[in-house]
C-alpha cells in the first residue's frame, strides 16, 4: 500500500466542503488496516492447525467403529487392532444395528464398518449374509470373523449385523447405508435428526451447507442472470414504473377504504345484527376504515406535494443507465465479487470442516476407536466466524468503494472532457492504496452488530418449544433493535464509502459528514429512497418469486 501524496482538505480547515475528488490524498484510518492483518494471522494460523490435526475425509467419506476412513488406505491407531486397513474398495458405511439404532451421549449406539455395497435386499438369516458375502464381494460383519464362521450363530451373535437387514441404499455424498424399509427407515431418520439436534451449531452449518451445496450454488447464479435481467428492465422503463407505482399507490388505497365505508354502512345498517360480537365487528370495520381513510389523505397529500421530487427519482435512474452506458463494466464488478467471496467461503467451509473433524483417537472398550475434539477448538469455531462476517463484509465494502470510485471519477469529474479511461481499476487502485483501513473499519461496525444477531438468534431458536415465553419476546425484540441498527448502519456506510471515493477523509469524518448531508435534504433522500427502493423491489420480488417455485431440500 502506497501512502505518498499530500492531504488538501480536512474537516477543521474546510468545514464547507466543495465534494469534489480529491488530487491528492494520504492514508486513512491505518491502525484499523493493521489490526485487520493481525485479525487474518490468526486466521491462517487457525486454518493451519485446522489442516495439520483435522481430518474431514472422516466427515465426508464417514469412518467405521474402529477408526478407519471407508473409501481410503489408513494408518494404523496405537491399541486398536482393527483399526489401519486398507479400505479403498470399502467405500460404504453400514451399520450392525440399524433399526434399532440409537443417540446417546453424543454417541450412536451401534456398531458401524467399511463395506463394498449396501445390501439390495432384505436378509433374513445367516445363510443369506453369507450368500451375499460371497457373491457381491460385501462382507456385512466384523472384519474379524471369516465368511466361514458366518453361520454359527455363537460367533455371529455379536459380530453379524441384527436380523433381519433391511434393504439399504446409499447416500450420494455421505455414503452411509440408509435403510429402505418403512419402519427401519423412520427410526433411522429419527435418531439422525435427534443427533443433528444435538450436535454443535458449527456442525449445523457444516451439515446444511454440504446438503443444499448444489441448491446453493444454482440458485446464486440465477440471481446473477436475473439481476442483470432486472438492470435491463429498469434502463427503459424507470420513468414508467414510477408513474405506475404513484397510480396504483393512489387508486388502491381509496379503493381499500371505499370497501371498508361500504362494509360498514351495509353491516350497521343491517336489522338481524343483534350478537355482541356482531356489533363488535361492525366497529372494528369502522376503525379500520377511518384507518384507512386517513393513511390514504395523507398519502394522497405527501404525494401532491413531493410530485416534483418524484422526478428526482426518475433523474436518478437516467444517470445511473447513463453511467452504465459508459462504464458498461460497472455491472461485472459485482459478478468479481461474487467470485472472490465464493473462493473464500470455499476456504472458510473447507477449514471449519477440518475443525469439526479435529480431535485426538481414543481406544474404549472391545478395539473401537472415539475421537474426541479439544475444549480449545470451539473458540477457534467462534474466532473463524467472526473471520467470515468480518472479511465478507470487507469484501462488499471493498465492492462498494470500487464502484463509488469509477461513480466519481465520470459524475463528479473535474473535467468532463478528459474522463479516466479505466474508471473503474482507477477507483481499485485508488482505494487500495489510500483507504483499505476505512474499509476494514466500516465492515468492523457491521459486524460488531452482526454477532449479537447471531447468538440471539441462536439462544431463541434453543428455546422454541419452551414455556419461558417472555425470554423469548425479549431475545425477539433484541434482534428486531439491532437488526434495525444494523440496517442503518450499513446505509451510513455506504454513504460514508462515496464521501471517503470523494473527499479522501477517514471514516468517522466521512460518516459525520454524509450523514449531515442526508439529514439537511432528508426529504430528497425519503423521495429518492421510497420509489427508488419499490422499483428495486419489483425486481427483488420477480427474483424471489422464482427461488420459491425451487424446491429446497
Known amino acids: 500500500m502506497s501512502c505518498c501524496g499530500q492531504y488538501e482538505v480536512s474537516a477543521a480547515d474546510e468545514p464547507h466542503r466543495e465534494w469534489r475528488p480529491q488530487i491528492y490524498r494520504r492514508c486513512t484510518d491505518v491502525p484499523w488496516l493493521v489490526i485487520f492483518f493481525v485479525f487474518w494471522v490468526g486466521m491462517v494460523f487457525i486454518a493451519g492447525y485446522a489442516v495439520t490435526v483435522g481430518a474431514a475425509e472422516r466427515l465426508i467419506f464417514g469412518y467405521d467403529s474402529y477408526g478407519n476412513i471407508c473409501g481410503r488406505k489408513n494408518s494404523p491407531i496405537k491399541g486398536a487392532s482393527l483399526s489401519g486397513q486398507d479400505m479403498t474398495s470399502r467405500k460404504h458405511v453400514f451399520f450392525l444395528n440399524t433399526c434399532k439404532m440409537d443417540f446417546t451421549d453424543h454417541k450412536i449406539n451401534s456398531l458401524s464398518i467399511c463395506v463394498s455395497s449396501c445390501p439390495q435386499e432384505e436378509l433374513n438369516g445367516l445363510e443369506e449374509i453369507k450368500h451375499f458375502?460371497?457373491?457381491?464381494?460385501?462382507?456385512?460383519?466384523?472384519?474379524?470373523?471369516?465368511?466361514?464362521?458366518?453361520?454359527?450363530?455363537?460367533?455371529?451373535?455379536?459380530?453379524?449385523?441384527?436380523?433381519?437387514?433391511?434393504?439399504?441404499?446409499?447416500?450420494?455424498?455421505?455414503?452411509?447405508?440408509?435403510?429402505?424399509?418403512?419402519?427401519?427407515?423412520?427410526?433411522?431418520?429419527l435418531a439422525l435428526i435427534h443427533m443433528v439436534n444435538e450436535s454443535d451449531f458449527f456442525q449445523h452449518i457444516i451439515s446444511g451447507i454440504i446438503m443444499s451445496k448444489e441448491y446453493i450454488i444454482g440458485l446464486c447464479f440465477f440471481a446473477v442472470a436475473l439481476a442483470f435481467i432486472m438492470v435491463a428492465v429498469f434502463r427503459y422503463i424507470a420513468e414508467l414504473l414510477v408513474h405506475i407505482f404513484i397510480t396504483l399507490v393512489i387508486f388502491g388505497l381509496l379503493f381499500v377504504s371505499g370497501v371498508l365505508w361500504w362494509l360498514y354502512y351495509d353491516k350497521s345498517h343491517d336489522p338481524t345484527i343483534i350478537l355482541?360480537?356482531?356489533?363488535?365487528?361492525?366497529?372494528?370495520?369502522?376503525?379500520?376504515?377511518?384507518?384507512?381513510?386517513?393513511?390514504?389523505?395523507?398519502?394522497?397529500?405527501?404525494?401532491?406535494?413531493?410530485?416534483?421530487?418524484?422526478?428526482?427519482?426518475?433523474?436518478?435512474?437516467?444517470?445511473?443507465?447513463?453511467?452504465?452506458?459508459?462504464?458498461?463494466?460497472?455491472?461485472?464488478?459485482?459478478?468479481?465479487?461474487?467470485?472472490?467471496?465464493?473462493l473464500f467461503w470455499t476456504y472458510w467451509v473447507a477449514v471449519l470442516l477440518s475443525l469439526g473433524t479435529a480431535g485426538n483417537a481414543y481406544v474404549i472398550a472391545d478395539d473401537q476407536v472415539e475421537y474426541r475434539s479439544v475444549y480449545a477448538i470451539r473458540y477457534m469455531w467462534w474466532y473463524h466466524l467472526i473471520g467470515l462476517i468480518w472479511?465478507?463484509?470487507?469484501?462488499?465494502?471493498?465492492?462498494?468503494?470500487?464502484?463509488?470510485?469509477?461513480?466519481?471519477?465520470?459524475?463528479?469529474?473535474?473535467?468532463?472532457?478528459?474522463?479516466?479511461?479505466?474508471?473503474?481499476?482507477?477507483?481499485?487502485?485508488?482505494?487500495?492504496?489510500?483507504?483499505?483501513?476505512?474499509?476494514?473499519?466500516?465492515?468492523?461496525?457491521?459486524?460488531?452488530?452482526?454477532?449479537?444477531?447471531?447468538?440471539?438468534?441462536?439462544?431463541?431458536?434453543?428455546?422454541?418449544?419452551?414455556?419461558?415465553?417472555?425470554?423469548?419476546c425479549l431475545l425477539k425484540s433484541c434482534q428486531c433493535c439491532l437488526c434495525c441498527c444494523e440496517k442503518c448502519l450499513q446505509y451510513l456506510n455506504q454513504n460514508a464509502y462515496i464521501a471517503t471515493?470523494?473527499?479522501?477523509?477517514?471514516?468517522?469524518?466521512?460518516?459525520?459528514?454524509?450523514?449531515?448531508?442526508?439529514?439537511?435534504?432528508?426529504?430528497?433522500?425519503?423521495?429518492i429512497n421510497c420509489f427508488g427502493d419499490f422499483l428495486l423491489f419489483l425486481g427483488k420480488s420477480l427474483e424471489d418469486s422464482w427461488h420459491s417455485t425451487t424446491p429446497v431440500t
Not at 277 to 295: K, P, S, Y
Open 133 to 189: 458375502a460371497q457373491y457381491n464381494g460385501s462382507y456385512l460383519c466384523l472384519y474379524n470373523l471369516n465368511i466361514s464362521d458366518y453361520t454359527e450363530p455363537s460367533k455371529a451373535a455379536h459380530l453379524c449385523p441384527t436380523l433381519p437387514v433391511p434393504p439399504s441404499k446409499s447416500l450420494p455424498l455421505f455414503n452411509r447405508c440408509v435403510p429402505q424399509t418403512p419402519a427401519c427407515y423412520s427410526h433411522f431418520i
Open 501 to 527: 471515493a470523494i473527499n479522501g477523509t477517514n471514516f468517522c469524518t466521512s460518516a459525520k459528514d454524509a450523514f449531515l448531508l442526508i439529514v439537511n435534504n432528508a426529504l430528497n433522500v425519503a423521495t
Open 391 to 472: 472479511t465478507s463484509e470487507f469484501l462488499l465494502a471493498c465492492q462498494q468503494m470500487a464502484i463509488a470510485g469509477a461513480v466519481v471519477c465520470c459524475y463528479f469529474n473535474r473535467d468532463k472532457h478528459n474522463l479516466p479511461s479505466y474508471p473503474i481499476l482507477s477507483s481499485i487502485s485508488r482505494f487500495f492504496n489510500y483507504h483499505l483501513g476505512t474499509v476494514a473499519k466500516g465492515s468492523f461496525i457491521i459486524t460488531l452488530v452482526r454477532i449479537p444477531r447471531i447468538i440471539l438468534l441462536y439462544v431463541y431458536s434453543s428455546l422454541k418449544g419452551k414455556e419461558n415465553a417472555c425470554a423469548r
Open 276 to 342: 355482541e360480537t356482531e356489533m363488535e365487528n361492525t366497529r372494528a370495520l369502522l376503525g379500520f376504515a377511518i384507518v384507512a381513510t386517513t393513511i390514504s389523505v395523507i398519502i394522497i397529500v405527501l404525494t401532491l406535494v413531493m410530485r416534483k421530487r418524484v422526478n428526482l427519482t426518475i433523474q436518478l435512474f437516467r444517470m445511473a443507465s447513463s453511467l452504465i452506458q459508459d462504464v458498461p463494466l460497472v455491472l461485472l464488478q459485482p459478478l468479481w465479487t461474487f467470485l472472490i467471496l465464493a
